[in-house]
């Protein structure tokens, strides 16, 4: 089963993946994880996506598409992956239509107040890339991964300005993709989420329920 989930910054596109990763065995490919390692490694290609994600702008098309394409061709055949903030764009839809076939899309609707305060409050692991938040979803001990004892971190991109940004960019860019897979008949699970506080697990089993339905695990 090949996946995209789709939803603006801080639904919980990595919350689930990760654990829809652990619970089905799928690849989650994250392409805000791929960037953030990218960034570290100070090369010119890393110094040059590191403007456009300081700014919450997206890296331009041809070198996301590229990056994209090498890590597809590079993963194990048969498993099936997710795919975490890809494709951002039209351009970048159209491109993946000839990297790989998508079965499901999975929807994240999420109200804007519920962003901003999940975000403010958000916290990364530096080694696995799963997310916690101070206020609704803590670690079992402060400032380490339940997951893999990895230490946490505040992303730079996190403060207000860049998150405005950043759901700007979603509304414009990305929502109008969930009508490019609909035109073309892939099925889509929507999930919408009306509480601050909505446990990780509860929308997990709707989406496993829904994947169960249509026969794809
Ligand atoms: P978010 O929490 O906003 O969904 P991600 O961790 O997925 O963030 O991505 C962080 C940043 O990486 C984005 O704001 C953007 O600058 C860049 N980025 C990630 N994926 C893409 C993409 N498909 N196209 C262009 N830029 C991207
Ligand atoms: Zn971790």
Not at 91 to 112: G, H, T
Not at 122 to 131: D, E, F, L, M, V
Not at 203 to 214: A, F, G, S
């Given at each position: 089963?090949?996946?995209?989930?789709?939803?603006?910054?801080?639904?919980?596109?990595?919350?689930?993946?990760?654990?829809?990763?652990?619970?089905?065995g799928?690849d989650?490919?994250?392409?805000g994880?791929?960037?953030?390692?990218?960034?570290?490694e100070?090369?010119?290609?890393?110094?040059?996506?590191?403007?456009?994600?300081?700014?919450?702008?997206?890296?331009p098309d041809?070198?996301v598409?590229?990056?994209l394409?090498?890590?597809?061709a590079?993963?194990p055949?048969?498993k099936?992956f997710?795919?975490?903030?890809?494709?951002?764009t039209?351009?970048?839809?159209e491109?993946?239509?000839?990297?790989?076939?998508?079965?499901?899309?999975i929807?994240?609707?999420?109200p804007?107040w519920?962003?901003?305060?999940?975000?403010s409050?958000?916290?990364?692991?530096?080694?696995?890339?799963?997310?916690y938040?101070?206020?609704?979803?803590?670690?079992q001990?402060?400032?380490?991964?339940?997951?893999?004892?990895?230490?946490?971190?505040?992303?730079s991109?996190d403060?207000?300005?860049v998150i405005?940004?950043?759901?700007e960019v979603?509304q414009?860019?990305?929502?109008p993709?969930?009508?490019f897979y609909d035109?073309?008949?892939?099925?889509?699970i929507?999930?919408t989420?009306?509480?601050?506080?909505?446990?990780?697990?509860k929308?997990?089993?709707?989406?496993?329920?829904?994947?169960?339905?249509?026969?794809l695990?």
């Amino acid at each position: 089963m090949n996946a995209v989930i789709f939803g603006a910054p801080g639904s919980g596109k990595g919350t689930y993946s990760t654990r829809l990763q652990d619970k089905l065995g799928v690849d989650v490919i994250s392409m805000g994880d791929i960037f953030r390692t990218m960034l570290k490694e100070n090369t010119i290609l890393g110094r040059i996506i590191k403007r456009y994600v300081e700014a919450g702008l997206l890296v331009p098309d041809p070198i996301v598409v590229e990056v994209l394409a090498d890590i597809i061709a590079h993963n194990p055949k048969g498993k099936g992956f997710i795919l975490d903030g890809f494709p951002r764009t039209l351009a970048q839809a159209e491109a993946l239509e000839n990297i790989a076939k998508i079965d499901v899309i999975i929807e994240l609707a999420v109200p804007d107040w519920i962003i901003i305060e999940r975000l403010s409050s958000r916290r990364i692991c530096k080694s696995c890339g799963a997310a916690y938040n101070l206020r609704f979803m803590k670690p079992q001990v402060e400032g380490i991964c339940d997951r893999c004892g990895g230490s946490l971190f505040q992303r730079s991109d996190d403060n207000p300005t860049v998150i405005k940004m950043r759901l700007e960019v979603y509304q414009n860019e990305t929502s109008p993709l969930i009508c490019f897979y609909d035109t073309k008949s892939v099925p889509i699970i929507k999930h919408t989420t009306d509480a601050l506080a909505m446990p990780p697990e509860k929308v997990v089993d709707h989406i496993v329920k829904e994947l169960t339905r249509l026969t794809l695990i």
